[in-house]
């Protein structure tokens, strides 16, 4: 019992920590509360079943889950779903509220991120083998969803997932004399293109980035599983308890490469116009690395924007972060309910709904035969975020808000502390495996 509220606990402390999963998913299209409550009876007089699905406030995730619930019931006879909604900044905290009172989800929509402190709470159960089979899992999603296979289970299984690649400005491009149909495709080139294209005044002061950057978004993924397995390196052990970032020179080059762009290159400025999602749609930045899941901002806040979208460029080798929210049953669900809430599960991982989710979300089909049809891979805007997912990793975080707090602090001591950058690292690392020792520590 201790552990499950220590683990309720940590849970809570994701949010007030930061704000969890770092991929700002346009907070501007959350809505205000909670849509639904939970507290309702889940068995009708009739013998109805009643899911309880819960996933945060983001409007178009909203609205298409409303539609297949609809058809889900009408599919499966004797179960309702009800879906209930937070808004993004509250989603765990609610969580740690409602489940100690005996209200709570039946089936839960999270970040990939947390499911490791899911679990430790005793939160989540197993997904079961005979209506998931590993081997079934494994053949047809990319393997980034094993990012959340624990002591030899899987806990929970997506419907999407979303790539990084690099989001550049066509008209910007022409006006530095860069031919906006052939972006860069290598660390060095990304570098040239990214000087080419900032603007300062006569006092020094940037006007243009080259090449956005922000650590807190979508940059320490971009350190982590772009440039790191890019030079060749990696940052975990095959295990995922030994943190190797810092055993070859792959990591601190990763790293001194990432910060070049604000230091020796001066094309880039972190809180540039707010933040590198604003530059770019105000076109200040000409450049960003960011995930598929902000097309959708995009075409709703910026439609008259001129860009296009290509694979990271790359070094020794290929490699692009991946994430994904993602679904899982909580640990007391069982007997009928739980029939009902794996047939739902089944119906969100089919080929069908994944394939609307990319028409009406804009993420990508986790499935690789899905996610690899021609109408997809040739697609302008979509293709490349495709391209990269064979080869993109999803990173196991113990704890996704402190791993992305110590990367920003390394940041932090190089740009605002004028530490040396292989010093910082050296940090880095260490301060990062002492966060992993103290995960394992009780395993």
Request: glycine content about 14%; aromatic content about 16%.
């Given at each position: 019992m201790k552990k499950w509220y220590l683990g309720l606990l940590g849970i809570l402390l994701l949010l007030l920590l930061a704000a969890c999963s770092g991929d700002d998913d346009d907070g501007s299209s959350e809505t205000d509360g909670a849509e639904g409550t939970s507290d309702e009876a889940t068995e009708g007089e009739d013998g109805e079943i009643t899911l309880e699905y819960w996933q945060y406030s983001f409007d178009s995730k909203v609205s298409l889950m409303d539609e297949l619930i609809k058809e889900f019931e009408e599919a499966n006879p004797g179960i309702k779903v009800k879906q209930t909604n937070?808004?993004?900044?509250?989603?765990?905290?609610?969580?740690?509220?409602?489940?100690?009172?005996?209200?709570?989800?039946?089936?839960?929509?999270?970040?990939?991120?947390?499911?490791?402190?899911?679990?430790?709470?005793?939160y989540l159960q197993p997904l079961p083998q005979d209506a998931f089979p590993h081997e079934e899992i494994e053949s047809e999603f990319f393997p980034l969803v094993e990012a959340t296979k624990m002591d030899g289970e899987y806990w929970t299984i997506p419907t999407a997932v979303r790539t990084l690649a690099l989001f550049y400005n066509k008209d910007l491009f022409e006006e530095a004399g860069l031919d906006p149909d052939s972006p860069p495709t290598t660390w060095e080139e990304l570098e040239e293109y990214a000087v080419k294209l900032t603007k300062a005044d006569s006092n020094g002061r940037l006007e243009q980035s080259g090449m956005a950057w922000e650590p807190a978004q979508q940059g320490h993924q971009w350190l982590r599983d772009g440039l790191t397995r890019q030079a060749?390196?990696?940052?975990?052990?095959?295990?995922?308890k030994e943190v190797i970032w810092g055993d070859d020179p792959a990591g601190l080059e990763a790293f001194k490469y990432w910060l070049s762009f604000p230091t020796d290159?001066?094309?880039?400025?972190?809180?540039?116009?707010?933040d590198d999602v604003t530059a770019f749609v105000t076109e200040k930045a000409a450049m960003n690395v960011d995930g598929s899941f902000r097309i959708g901002t995009l075409q709703n806040d910026a439609p008259d924007l001129n860009y296009a979208v290509a694979p990271l460029p790359g070094n020794v080798e290929q490699s692009t972060n991946a994430s994904f929210w993602t679904n899982g049953i909580t640990a007391k669900v069982e007997g009928e309910k739980l029939d009902a809430a794996v047939k739902f599960l089944q119906f969100l991982t089919s080929d069908e709904v994944m394939e609307r989710w990319l028409d009406e979300i804009g993420e990508l089909p986790a499935k690789e035969a899905v996610a690899m049809q021609d109408k997809y891979v040739n697609d302008e805007i979509y293709g490349p975020f495709i391209e990269s997912l064979p080869y993109a990793n999803a990173h196991f975080f113990v704890d996704e808000t402190k791993e992305r707090e110590l990367v920003i602090n390394a940041a932090n001591k190089v740009l605002m502390e004028g530490a040396d950058p292989e010093d910082a690292f050296n940090e880095l690392v260490e301060s990062t495996q002492a966060l992993y020792d103290e995960y394992w520590g009780d395993k």
């Open positions: 937070f808004p993004y900044d509250q989603y765990n905290e609610q969580v740690a509220v409602q489940v100690p009172a005996g209200r709570g989800p039946d089936v839960i929509n999270l970040f990939y991120g947390w499911v490791p402190t899911y679990v430790d709470a005793g060749g390196g990696e940052v975990l052990s095959e295990d995922r290159l001066g094309t880039s400025e972190q809180g540039f116009y707010t």
